[in-house]
């Protein structure tokens, strides 16, 4: 027999709710009821951005905080900061008979919202203060397991010699960098693959040698280009011979910071004549979202290679994950989950958990779990299974429970600050996380003001900024590298944008005499800040090709080509990343490929 949560999820056609937080319109498509009826769980009432904002409420991944460990009252690095009472430790702490977790357990209370009781058990156990594994003289890159020498090097995996940089994946010797993989000696990039000594480029792949490029494939020696395809020597995408090139190359001083500087401000005014697909995927079918790369049936997703079968996931850049539902960080053969953060590396079956892995399945409800499976409603236990309120029970007695508690969950829900109602099947409310909404990957997306962050009862933290007494200004760097010596080593830089302390250090300082790149007048974070600016956030938008016929709508790009539509407007409509406020000149992807392939 079904049970009225059954029977509320089949459908053969879309339905149309109004989502309880942002209260506009949201469609439920008949796949997606396929899914939830698959996991056994109800249909959301929040959107998929809403969903989406939620869960990145509960990731700080590049904001580090001085705090005691609570075993032994020393100083440690932590991603949390101590609020709540918080009790921290270290990771190698953690894994010890020092404390168990099955200590904290106690009986289920019918009298008290299900997600109430979990929040006090969260703030009762103990949890590691950085989330790292398999690391080698790295001791401040954190969100990250098998670096090697790396320094600062955040949500990253299996790279060497890296500094200061954001999804830095099987890379080698690369400084400044965000969401790029199998490349070496790169610099200020975003979105790059396969690609060797690229500089400020963004969206390329099995290139080398390129600086201020976009949208280039299989290209080595350019400057400024965009859309480039096995291309060499070209300059704003004008084709120069070899000697020519490094002609032009030795005037524009890119040795130096004000030469460097002029290159960006004209290799963006030139990129945004020329057009952009519509889809930023590359090798994908039937996907749709940002991002999306050599994946198939990924759709409404951000940041996600090499997958297959999934809807409304974000930032899974380690393949290989399929089959999962709104699930965001990091994966890693993640399979059939649903509404998890931070929870990869072989799981499947989770659902409403953060921070669980490695082989963590059929979770529910679960929050910093190691190796456990069949588990609801747990905090900090290490490969235990038939767990509920961290307290052992049979196989018998827990699958009784479970049900239990899930029809309480619905007769009595919890109700958050703005009224909301939490129901089974609604991942944590924003108010439980003890990260400041200000330092998570939510605010990247959906900021947010402090006023508005405390009218909603979320968590503001500010970040401690160190007592340096600062000896330079930026702009008393000397401009070009070649004037830099090793007094700059000895420095307290103040950055010219935040006015924070930034320092130059020796590995640094190396790559950029190898490299011939200027010293940088702004703060990593800063930097950081200026580079993911020119990246695509979650949001998704409904907008039509913008090819006229013989040019683009604004008459900015003239056509090379006869499309197959002639000299009429192509119309074809799609969903894209691109805002219609913003400048660049969308083209779909029949359009695009006649102009660039």
């Not at 106690?106 to 969260?122: I, R, V």
């Not at 196989?395 to 429970?401: F, I, T």
Request: neutral net charge; hydrophobic residues 25%; aromatic residues 14%.
């Amino acid at each position: 027999m079904e049970t009225k949560s059954e029977k509320r999820i089949h459908s053969t056609s879309s339905v149309s709710t109004i989502c309880q937080n942002c209260k506009k319109d949201f469609v439920i498509e008949p796949e997606d009821f396929n899914f939830y009826e698959k996991i056994k769980v109800p249909p959301p009432t929040f959107c998929y951005l809403c969903r989406a904002q939620r869960r990145m409420a509960f990731r700080n991944e590049r904001k580090l905080f001085k705090v005691k460990n609570y075993l032994t009252g020393q100083d440690i690095f932590s991603t949390h900061p101590q609020v709540n009472n918080k009790k921290i430790i270290t990771r190698d702490e953690w894994f010890t008979d020092k404390w168990d977790a099955m200590d904290y357990g106690h009986d289920y209370d019918f009298l008290t919202p299900f997600l109430k009781q979990l929040a006090e058990l969260n703030n009762k156990v103990p949890i590691y203060g950085l989330n790292v594994i398999r690391m080698i003289n790295s001791p401040y890159a954190f969100n990250a397991n098998s670096m090697k020498n790396c320094y600062l090097t955040v949500n990253s995996t299996s790279s060497e010699n890296c500094m200061y940089g954001n999804a830095i994946d099987f890379c080698k010797d690369c400084v400044d960098n965000s969401h790029i993989n199998h490349c070496e000696q790169c610099y200020e990039s975003f979105w790059i693959s396969n690609c060797y000594q690229c500089y400020f480029t963004i969206g390329s792949r099995e290139s080398r040698n390129l600086y201020f490029c976009k949208g280039c494939i299989d290209c080595n020696e350019c400057l400024g280009g965009k859309n480039l395809r096995k291309a060499s020597y070209c300059i704003f995408n004008k084709q120069y011979s070899k000697e020519d090139y490094y002609e032009e190359i030795n005037k524009m001083q890119l040795d130096t910071f004000s030469g460097n500087k002029e290159m960006r401000e004209k290799a963006r005014a030139f990129w945004n004549t020329q057009p952009v697909k519509y889809n930023q995927g590359i090798k994908n079918l039937n996907s749709t979202g940002s991002y999306v790369t050599n994946c198939k049936n990924v759709n409404d997703s951000y940041l996600v290679r090499e997958s297959e079968n999934m809807r409304y996931c974000q930032y899974l850049q380690v393949p290989k994950n399929k089959d999962n539902y709104d699930v965001t960080n990091w994966g890693q053969n993640t399979e059939l989950c649903y509404e998890t953060i931070e929870s990869g590396e072989n799981a499947y079956g989770n659902k409403f958990a953060r921070n669980c892995w490695p082989s963590c399945r059929n979770l529910e409800y679960c929050i910093n779990m190691f190796s456990s499976s069949d588990c609801f409603g747990c905090v900090g236990l290490k490969k235990k299974q038939y767990c509920i309120f961290n307290k052992q029970y049979t196989k018998e007695e827990y699958g009784q429970l479970v049900e239990e508690i899930k029809k309480h969950m619905d007769d009595m829900p919890y109700v958050d600050g703005q009224g909301l109602v939490y129901k089974y099947g609604e991942f944590f409310p924003i108010e439980f996380s003890s990260f400041g909404y200000n330092n998570t990957l939510a605010a990247q997306h959906f900021p947010l003001t402090k006023e508005e962050v405390k009218n909603k009862g979320y968590t503001w933290v500010e970040t401690e900024r160190g007592e340096y007494v600062i000896t330079q200004k930026a702009s008393e760097v000397p401009d070009s590298i070649n004037d830099i010596t090793d007094q700059i080593l000895k420095e307290v830089i103040e950055c010219e944008n935040c006015k924070n302390a930034y320092r130059i250090l020796e590995n640094e300082l190396v790559f950029y005499r190898k490299e011939k790149l200027p010293i940088p007048r702004l703060c990593s974070e800063c930097r950081h800040k200026r580079r993911i600016s020119d990246r695509l956030r979650i949001q998704l938008y409904e907008r039509s090709c913008m090819c006229a016929g013989t040019a683009d709508q604004t008459n900015t790009y003239k056509n090379i080509v006869v499309h197959i539509h002639k000299d009429s407007p192509c119309g074809e409509k799609f969903k894209t990343g691109y805002a219609p406020t913003q400048p660049e000149i969308i083209y779909c992807e029949k359009c695009y490929q006649q102009e660039v392939y």
